[in-house]
């Protein structure tokens, strides 16, 4: 269950990143397959790093 919303809490702070960067970059952009494209590369990306784990061997 502590997994799941770790998980949920990345996904989350991904798509608000996600999000911001649209706001800032591309809302007066008018080329509304680049903006549909962002937004689905941005969900996409934000269901998938988080389930990836970095580990470290010492």
């Known amino acids: 269950m502590e997994s ?3 998980y949920l ?3 989350s702070a991904l798509i608000a990143i996600f ?4 706001f800032t970059l591309l ?3 008018t080329s509304f397959l680049l903006n549909r494209k962002f937004l ?3 969900i996409l ?3 998938v790093l988080p389930s990836i ?3 470290k061997k010492v």
């Open 45 to 47: 990306t934000s269901m």
């Open 4 to 6: 799941l919303l770790i």
């Open 27 to 29: 809302k007066k952009e």
């Open 40 to 42: 689905a590369a941005g």
């Open 19 to 22: 999000f911001l960067s649209y």
């Open 9 to 11: 809490i990345k996904a």
């Open 53 to 55: 784990y970095f580990t």
